[in-house]
Structure formats: C-alpha cells, structure tokens
C-alpha cells in the first residue's frame, strides 16, 4: 500500500456491487431468525467496503447514497419496515464510509493486503465500522424497536466483521507465485471439503470446528493467496447455510429462543471471524516471505551476473588460519585477466602472494577482521604471473557464518602508471629542457595570464617566478612595449604556424633596459584549436651592443690598421685606421692580395719563397699552435709608394662553430715607438751605471761604518772603563764637584756603546751572509731575565709594569738573544717613550699556531701620517723630536730584521697621544721541527 491510487472500478462493475448489496441485504434478512430486527449474517458490508474502497473518493459522493438506497432497498424487499430500512442505510452507509477512509488512508491510496500492516489496517477499519454500527443502532433503538438490544447489537457487530475480514480480501489481495502444485491444490480442497462436512453435519462435535481452519492454512501456506481467501469465502457460506438450517455445532442455538439464536448466528460469524484472522495475516506473510525470497534470489542472480561479467575485476577474501592475511576464494574472469593464471591456481592464493600490498597491509589486516575499519585501498605491482599495477580496494562484506567476510576490487592501472610515469618524465625532461635554455621563456593562457616561466628568465630579468605567475604577460614589462602587438596573438591566434618574431627592448627588476628578440607561436591541441601561447626571448643586447662596437672600430681612424684576409690570401675587409697608415681607402684593398701592403724584398727573404703567393702560404703556416703570431716588425707600403715600420700579428679568424674561416691581421705605427725605445734603451744604461754607482757607494758606506764603529767601540770603551775607575776612587778619591762630571761622562759614553753596538747590529744584517741560530726557545722562560733587565729602567719612574705571563711553554725555533734583544727593545722604549703615571703591559700567549708577545703603553703615541716610515732606520717621530726624547731611531728597525729573520711580523697600533701597542708573531716550533732541531 505505498503506490498511488490505481484506476477506479467501472460504473459497471460498481453498479454490479450495488445490486450485491441489495441482494446480499434482502437474502440475509430473509435468513435472519423469524422476528429478528438483526440477520446472523450481513455480506452486504464486505460488498459495500469493496464498493467504496475501490473508487476513487471523488465518486464517494455519489456512491454513498446509492450504496444508502442499495442497503435500504434491501431491507425493504426483505420486508422490513421503511423506517428501520432507512435507519440500517444510514447507519451502515456511514460505518462502511470510516471504514473505506481508514483502508484507503483517507482515500488517497488504493487498498491492497501485501504486509501486516495492511491487515491491521483492515482489522481496524473493520472493527471501527461495526463499532461504528453498535452505535448507530444504539441510537436508533429510540426510533425503532431492537430486542433484545445488547444480543443484537453484539450480533450485528460480529456480522459485519466477519463480512469485512472475508469478503474484503478477496477483492485487494495480488497474484503471488505458489510453492504447491495443482495436484496439492485438488487434494487440499478435497480434504477442506471432507473436513467442513464433518464438523458442520447435524450431531457434529464442536470440538471439530476448527479442523477446515488447518486446511485453509495449509492453502495460505502452499497456494495464493487468493485461492485461501476464495476457499474462506466459500466455507463462510456453507457455514452460514448449515446453521440457519440448524446443522452443525451452532445449529441447535439457532432454533432455540431469540436470545439462542441471536448467540448461535454471533458465535458462527466470531467463528468466521477468527479464521480469517488466523489465514489472511498467515497468507499475507507467507505471500510477502515468497516475494522477498524471490527479490532476493533475484538479487542474488542480478549479483552473480554483475559479479561474472563485471568490467571491474572483483574478488571474494577470507582471512587465513594465521589471521594475519586474506585469501582469494572467489574471483571474476575480470580478476582472472587481471592478475593472470588459472582459476584454480589462484584461488585460495594468498593476497601478499598476487600482489606488493605494502608496509600498511600488516597493520590493516587486524583492524579489518576486528571491524575498526570498514575498507582500505592501496596500489602496488602484480607478483604472480603477469607485470602490472592494479589499485585494490577491500571492503567488509559483514560475517559469513564465524568469521568476516570481504570484497575486493581490482582495477588495472599499468597503463595510467606507465602514461603517468611517461607524463611525468616528459614533464622531467620539459622542465629541465625549459630551466636550461639560456633564454626567456614565458608560457601563458588564451587570456595572455603567465603560467609558467623558465630559471633562465629569472636570471635574465631579475624577477622571481612568483611575481610574474598569474599576471598578464603585457604587464609585466618584459614583453614589447606595444601591449596592442601582444594582445592581438591572442586575439587572432596565429594560425599559418610560423612563429612571430620581434625585436624590441625589456626592461628587468633592476631597471637595467635588454635588447630581446622574441618568438611567439601558439600551442594547439590534436584539433588545432590554441591551447597555450610560448614567448621565447633571446637576450642580443651583448650581440648588438658587440656589433656596435665592432662597427664604430672599423669606422674609426685609428692609428692601428685591422685587415681581414680570407683563406685564398685576399682583403675581404679593413678598417679605417689602413688610411691612416697606408692611405688607401677601405673599399680600395678589398679583394687584392695582401702580399699587396707588405715590402715585396723582406717578405721574399724572411720567408724564402720565390713567389709572392707562395710567401704567403709560407706566412700562414708559420702560425703558433694558438693560431697566432708573435708580433714582429714589418715594412708596409704606403699608397704614394713610401715606406711604414709597423708591428704586425697574423691570427687565425675562426666562425662560431670552430672552423676557419680566414686570417686576422692587426698593424700599427712603431715609428715613433721604435725611437723612443732607442732613447729608453740608452737612458737606461746611463741609470744602470749610476745604480751600479749608487751600490758600490752603499756597500762603501756600509764598510764605513763598521770600521768607524770598531774603530770608535775601543776608544770608547776605555772612556767608559776610566770613567768608572775614577768614579768609584780606585785612582783617587773624586771631588764632589767632579762626581756629577764623571757620570755625564759615562752616560754619555754608553750611548756611545750602544749606538755603535746597533750599528754593528744593522751593518751584520744588512750583509747577506748573517747566520741565525735555530735553536729551541722557549719565550716563557725569557720573561724573568726580560723583566730583570728593565726593572733598572724603572727606578725614580712612577710607572705601573704589569705582565701576562702564559700558562704553558710558548716553544719557538730562533736565536734566544736576539729574541730577548726584541722583547728588551720594544719594553724600554715603551719606557722611554711614557710618562710619569702611565702604564707598560707585557703579554706572551699562543694565537692560531703562533706565539704572540704585546707590548702596549699608554705613552705619547706616534701619529698616524707617520707609522709608514716607524720601522726605517734613523726614523724618530715629531712627537719625540718636540719632547726631546733621546734616542738613535735604530731600535726598531733591528726589532723588525730580527723578527723577519725569524719569519714572523710585527704590527703597530698607535694613534697621537693614545698610547702604542706593538704586536709580534712568530711561528710555533712543530713537533718534527723540535725533534731535528734535538
């Protein structure tokens, strides 16, 4: 009951129904007990429900007062009194119409008996319209007289529901498949028959009165429906007979008093009743069982053929006896192809033996059989018989019997692998392709939009890729300046195939302008329609701006003369500077021999060839393995047939792909050169005489002052030694007036001594022959007998002298006392050179493999302009000239030979009154270095 209202019963067959219900009306009348208001038996409601029910209710309103006048009409042929006939068709016309609403639900769908709501349905209607009649006749008891009125009503309750419940089915149950045979069928009715005779003769046992109900529920079991409520039908009928006749188990009731009888034709109706309700459901659900067993042997069929001839390969699992992985035990011929192989040998296969299912599958496979997971899919390579590459996708069928059950289709993928893989390499190779072209290259849609741009146009112009995606390709300022040009390629897209080209100028991210020559052509599908538009440009600013630059050289007059000679020894081109040299014209050589400029006499004998031709030939040949010639100088001949010393070089001239494609020459004046180097090379054997001069005077004035310095070192040390004597009385006691004397004089003296001991230091190192010891120092130890030999400079100064002494042996390779003669060096002219109150910082360390002495002060400093000239000898600097410091300026520079003799530097940093800082590095002595030295 869920389709639409069918089509309504005919006028005819309506009208047939209504000639039923006065025919059933007035037979049941007449076979009501003598002087009963209420028939044991009323058909007539089950005709008028079928009559209402099955049209339309937009015909109710004209059915329902005929089916008023058909039950009245009835009553009146029957005898009865006008005015109970017409109270019974009212009361029964409205009873019936509830009744026709409630199966029809409200007359919107046409009644039908296919599950048990429908019955219920029906059950419902028909108890609401007998209710539905006990009260109307309730009512009407006050116009008309019903005796006994309760049994009556009770009675014509029963009645009327047993017509709905036997009648009614016959006219909306639907055609159903049997299950029993014809030959069943004669014998159920047989056996139905017998079995009615027996319970419904005279003297028959009540206790047999349900035995035909067995056999109307065999028929509802084994048969259609129909043929079970026919058959109810058809025994309702004979028991009706039999007991108005007074036979069978409720005959006897019948012909008793009024009360009996109205008890006897109540109880055969309840009988009635109750054997529709036990057949009508028990059909309805044998009936629906059959349908749902066919739609799902259908089904099952539709599955098999669909699982058989599927174009998608299809596989039924279980899990094997481990748990751990599922097996094949069905599979489509699709499968079959797929995975290649013999059903037989494929099923009960392993999956992971069929197919790579990947490291997932282990984990999955629990979740799958514990129900946490209701499918998963994977794509992997084939591992039986056939290569290939399927996607498997597994989904869970539910439990089949104690353990899960799973479908799994298969779907062929090597081809989309093998395109996709194919796409993808070609997409590889494109890219490459694109990110290595050393030219612009722009991709862009059918509205000029950039979609894809090479590495090379970001490192051309500057712009990143991201910046120039998405915008239009006019815009972005690299593309002709016309927009009008470019828009128009995708306006009229080009369609004669041939490339577009155009030069013009790009300006890059920087602002920098390019020279860019551009092609464009359109990209098109298999139909020929545009798909994409490609912009390639190459960068020719380096190419024109070459050309310029080669032009304005050829154009210009140039004292060099450049000639161009092909390999048949001919002028093919020449720049101006040939003018200037020779006078000829430029357009005047091309074509002639180039054996045309050169002297005809010197070329013959430099090259010894006979002919001019052949000296030429001899000329090329002698080309280096560079290709070119050394330059050498050459007589040219002048226009006028004068005479031109050049310096010419002759070169292979080679095209763009290595392959020779004439000679080079380039020529210019050495005339005024050539004097000039005769001049050069006379000025400088004077200078060298005079440096040759300068040197034996230096080595003069080294001799010099190493005599003088021995010579005055004895005088001098004797001042020194008598000086002392007096001093101390060891000849006679001094006058106090003299003592003061005495010391100038050994003060004095001791200047002496060290400035000669200094120039005798500086005339040894300046001497080639000077040995260095190599032995093991270690500095650290040279830091007491250091301190000890400045601490006298000390006394009577208010200085503070502070000392970083490292904390490991700081081991070089050197001359111990010449490194001690450093460290004294620089400590007592940071003494010297600081004032009362200041500070003299010594430190020794190791930096980056290199020992490290710094001796700082915060003395009067040396100014800047002047540090260059610090380490020359004799070099003392304004500020110690201005104060009147005493000293040689010698110090520092034996401090920076002995340092550079020892490998190692020396840096000042210093600024005018700021204090010095002097910074010496020596190399460490390595391991190997100290084990030859032991």
Same mark, same amino acid.
């Given at each position: ?49 079928i009559?209402?029910a ?29 005015? %109970? ?36 349905? %029906? ?22 007289t019903i ?48 079995? $009615?005779?027996l ?65 006897g ?44 001839e ?27 192809g ?29 979740? %799958?059989?514990?129900?946490?997971t ?6 992997g ?56 072209t ?19 146009? $970001? ?9 120039l ?66 912009m ?32 048949a ?16 014209e ?31 030939d ?15 100088d ?5 226009? $006028? ?48 005489t ?6 034996? %005077?230096d ?9 003088v $310095?021995?010579?005055l ?50 005339s ?19 830091i ?6 400045i601490r ?64 700082r002060?915060?003395?009067?400093g ?21 104060r ?20 190692g ?16 590095k020596l ?12």
């Amino acid at each position: 009951m869920t389709s639409r209202a069918d089509r309504p019963l005919g006028w005819a067959t309506s009208f047939a129904l209504l000639a039923g219900v006065v025919a059933a009306g007035a037979v049941a009348v007449r076979l009501a007990p003598d002087g009963r208001a209420v028939a044991t038996f009323w058909p007539a409601a089950g005709l008028g429900l079928i009559l209402l029910a099955l049209n339309g209710a937009r015909r109710w309103l004209v059915l329902a007062p005929l089916l008023f006048v058909a039950t009245a009409l009835g009553d009146l042929i029957a005898d009865r009194t006008l005015r %109970l006939g017409v109270t019974h068709g009212v009361v029964e016309t409205v009873a019936l119409g509830i009744a026709a609403l409630l199966v029809t639900h409200g007359g919107r769908i046409r009644p039908r008996l296919v599950d048990q709501e429908d019955f219920v349905r %029906l059950l419902g209607a028909a108890v609401v319209s007998g209710g539905m009649l006990v009260a109307g006749g309730a009512s009407a008891s006050r116009a008309v007289t019903i005796t006994p009125l309760g049994v009556s009503l009770a009675t014509a309750f029963v009645a009327h529901l047993a017509a709905v419940l036997l009648i009614f089915p016959l006219a909306v149950v639907t055609e159903n498949r049997w299950t029993g045979t014809k030959p069943e069928l004669a014998v159920q009715v047989l056996l139905l028959a017998a079995a $009615s005779l027996l319970s419904f003769v005279p003297d028959a046992s009540s206790t047999l009165t349900f035995v035909p109900v067995l056999f109307l529920a065999w028929a509802a079991l084994r048969f259609d429906l129909r043929v079970a409520c026919a058959e109810l039908v058809l025994l309702g009928i004979f028991v009706t007979a039999q007991t108005v006749a007074g036979i069978g188990p409720f005959g006897d009731a019948v012909n008793s008093d009024r009360v009996s009888a109205l008890t006897g034709g109540a109880l055969t109706q309840g009988y009635l009743a109750c054997a529709a309700l036990l057949v009508v459901p028990l059909g309805i659900a044998v009936q629906r069982n059959t349908m749902l067993m066919d739609r799902i042997t259908a089904d099952g069929k539709l599955f098999r053929r669909n699982f058989t001839e599927s174009l998608v390969g299809m596989a039924f699992l279980e899990p094997d006896e481990s748990r751990r992985d599922l097996v094949i035990v069905d599979l489509n011929e699709t499968a079959l192809g797929i995975l290649g192989g013999h059903e037989d040998a494929l099923l009960g296969k392993k999956l992971t033996e069929v197919m790579d299912v990947g490291p997932d599958y282990e984990k999955t496979v629990p979740r %799958l059989l514990a129900g946490t997971t209701d499918g998963w899919r994977v794509e992997g390579p084939l591992t039986y018989r056939r290569a290939g590459r399927v996607t498997l996708q597994i989904s869970s069928l539910g439990d089949t019997g104690d353990q899960p059950f799973f479908a799994a289709q298969l779907l062929d993928v090597t081809a989309e692998y093998d395109a996709r893989h194919g796409l993808e390499a070609a997409q590889t190779l494109t890219n490459a392709t694109l990110d290595t072209t050393n030219c612009i290259i722009m991709v862009t849609d059918l509205e000029g939009i950039v979609v894809r741009v090479n590495q090379a146009t $970001s490192v051309i112009t500057g712009y990143r890729e991201e910046e120039l995606l998405g915008h239009k390709v006019w815009d972005t300022g690299i593309t002709p300046s016309d927009a009008d040009d470019v828009e128009a390629l995708f306006m009229w897209p080009n369609r004669s195939g041939v490339p577009i080209v155009r030069e013009c100028d790009a300006i890059t991210r920087s602002g920098e302008k390019l020279r860019i020559v551009w092609n464009t052509n359109m990209v098109r599908d298999d139909l020929g329609n545009p798909m994409y538009a490609v912009m390639t440009g190459i960068d020719v600013t380096a190419e024109r701006t070459t050309a310029g630059l080669v032009n304005h050289l050829m154009e210009a007059s140039l004292t060099t003369a450049i000639v161009g000679v092909d390999t048949a020894g001919r002028v093919s081109v020449a720049n101006s500077g040939i003018q200037h040299l020779l006078g000829y014209e430029r357009d005047q050589l091309v074509g002639e021999p180039f054996h045309k400029l050169l002297k005809s006499s010197e070329l013959l004998e430099r090259t010894g060839a006979d002919t001019l031709d052949e000296a030429f030939d001899i000329l090329v040949r002698g080309l280096g393995r560079d290709g070119e010639t050394r330059a050498r100088d050459w007589t040219w001949v002048t226009r $006028s047939g004068g005479e031109q010393l050049v310096s010419m070089t002759l070169s292979v001239a080679q095209d763009a792909f290595a392959a020779q494609s004439g000679y080079l020459c380039v020529a210019r004046d050495v005339t005024e050169q050539r004097h000039s180097q005769e001049m050069l090379i006379a000025a400088l054997d004077k200078e060298r005489t005079a440096v040759e001069r300068l040197r034996a %005077l230096d080595q003069a004035k080294n001799e010099f002052v190493s005599t003088v $310095s021995h010579e005055l070192r004895t005088p001098v040390t004797s001042i020194v030694g008598y000086t002392e004597m007096m001093s101390d009385g060891s000849v006679v006691e001094p006058l106090p007036d003299q003592v003061p004397l005495l010391e100038t004089i050994n003060r004095n003296g001791q200047r002496l001594i060290s400035m000669i001991n200094d120039l005798l230091m500086l005339s040894g190192l300046d001497s080639e022959t000077v040995q260095w010891r190599h032995d093991q120092v270690d500095l650290a130890a040279t830091i007491s007998p250091i301190e000890d030999a400045i601490r006298p400079l000390l006394n009577g100064r208010n200085l503070a002298f502070e000392i970083e002494r490292p904390a490991s042996m700081v081991p070089v390779l050197g001359d111990r006392a010449q490194l001690e003669r450093v460290m004294i060096n620089l400590l007592s002219n940071a003494v010297k050179f600081t004032e009362d109150g200041g500070t003299i910082a010594f430190s020794l360390g190791i930096e980056n493999d290199r020992a490290v002495i710094m001796v700082r002060d915060s003395g009067i400093g040396i100014p800047a302009d002047e540090q260059g000239d610090l380490f020359q000898r004799f070099f003392r600097s304004s500020t110690a000239q201005v104060r009147q410091i005493q000293g040689t300026g010698l110090g520092l520079s034996i401090v920076q030979a002995i340092v550079s003799g020892h490998g190692g530097t020396i840096e000042v940093r210093s600024a005018h009154l700021q204090g010095s800082t002097f910074t010496v590095k020596l190399p460490l002595a390595r391991a190997e270095r100290l084990t030859h030295a032991g």
